[in-house]
Each structure stands twice: as C-alpha cells, then as structure tokens.
C-alpha cells in the first residue's frame, strides 16, 4: 500500500521521539511504501488531488532517519491512506489542507478525518463535557477572568490555540504579575482564553492515554522538571509507567462515540487526578515513550489497523 504522510520537514524529526517516524518506520516494516508531502504540497487539478511527494525509507539513524529515494506526483488515486502530521498552530493553509483532504476523505482512509479535525479544538472541545472537566472558563473580560481567579485562588491559564506547553501559567490570586499575565494572553483583553480550576495531582503529573478507535492502547505520566509547573516533553518533562484507573476508563468510553463518529481514529487525551484536560487530534505524540515503558510495539497497532480500514474503504463498509 502507498501511504503518504502530511507532516513537518523531515529535517525536523527527532528520531527517537517523533511519533510520525515510528508510524512510518511500522508501514515499511509491513511492506508498504511511505511518502513525506510537505505543507503545501497538495495541488487541486480539474482531475482530483495531487500529491507532490518524496518517496523515503525510514531508518534507524540518529543524523539521517530518512532515505530519500525520488520525488514524485501522486493522483488520489495512487494513494491507500493519508496520514495528517503537521504540528498546530492551525492555520490557514492548516484549514486549507483539511479542505482538500476533505475531497478523498469518502474514498480513502484519512487520519485523522479531516473535517472531524476541524471540529475538536484540542482545548476547547472537551468543555462540552462538564462532568469530566475542572471548573473551566473561558473569555476575554478582565473582569470575569479576575473574578474567577479570586473564586478559585489558583488556576492554570492558557491560549485557546497553543500547544507543548507553550504559554501556560501557573496564577495564584495573590500573585504579583496576575495583570500583566492576563493582557500578555489575551493581547489586551482582545482575545479569549482559558482558565481552569488547578487540579494538585498536577504536582505528580499528567496522564497521556492513547486511543485508536477510541480504544486505550498506551498511556504515561509526564512528570515536570524541577522548577516547572508544565509537565510536557517540551517543557522537560519525564515518562513514567502508569496504569489505566476506572476513572480513566470511564472519560474513554463518554468519548468514544463522538470520536468514531467525527473520524478520529488516533488519539491522545490528557488527564490530571480525575478530570479531563486535552482531546489532542492533529498530531498526537507518544507512542515512542510508551513503547519503551511498556515494551510495545504501538506503531503495528496502528498501521494494523489503517490496513483494516483501507478495506473496509475498497469494500464500501464506512458509514
């Protein structure tokens, strides 16, 4: 099978992190063919998409993960599945590439679906779910925005539209800099963001749990530096080995239902104690770390299951 990836330039691919690589070097190993296609490298023609693509051979090498083999144009036709991969922020040649993708999305597999991508906003999204989430608001009015810090003393703010733990403050009520905070997120109370209840199991960590068809397949605590509030990789924080809690259990299965519905098929949510934080559907991240606590191979999971998919498409079994 051909599977072309949508993803960020190659040379920014840290091979024994990124989760991409792992899910391609899983393709190749099954046999099949993995294709980079760089932001933008999707052209609408009176006959369909077309893929300008670089056929490569993920490899176990730290300076050069990747062999490239040949450029090449690919039809919508050539093409069995398309992987999005491109980190946020989403933009509008983001948007732009989900509408494109849109237009193959009934005929092959599209991870995650694009449409469904447009609809979850990874920090937002989950606020439909009040009894899984902290006390959460969000907007732009100073007012409102103080009030409910001096409601609940201490609470983590953070940009509707961010992500590796970029831009997230820890603010106490009595803190020095609250303002300063507040107009620096909001750019002067011209734009929303979101405060939420602190939640203490935050000192031990948050939990990553990877979904495929809304099913558990992996999870992690990410544990925060010494001096750090934010427990993320990009901000310094460590895997830890982590079990699955009943509380776990239960957010997955009220999730369930709406991300096959919308076509999300791999995702990661994050959870601190026992409330929601995150549904992460662009480019959930991971798999390598948990692999390695866990001893896994979470990338044959994966493909396995885009293969799967792949015929129920050929087969016309897709509601």
Known sequence: MKFVFLMDPLQTVIMEKDTTFIIMTGAHRKGHETYFLPDGGMTLTPKGIQFNVTKVIPQQDLKNPFVIQEKLVLTENDVDAVFIRTDPP????????????DRIAQKIPVLNNPSGIRTVNEKLWATQFTSLIPRTLVGQTKKDLLDFIHQEQTVIAKPTDSFGGQGIFLIKKDGPNINVILETLTDNFSKDIILQQYIPEADIGDKRILLLDGEPIGALLRVHSDGEHRNNFFSGGKPQAVDITDRDKEIIAALKPHLQKLGLYFVGIDIIGDYLIEVNVTSPTCVQEVNRLHNLQLEDQIIAFTENLVDRYAKNDIV
């Open 90 to 101: 989403f933009d509008a040649q983001y948007l732009f590439n989900t509408w494109l993708l």
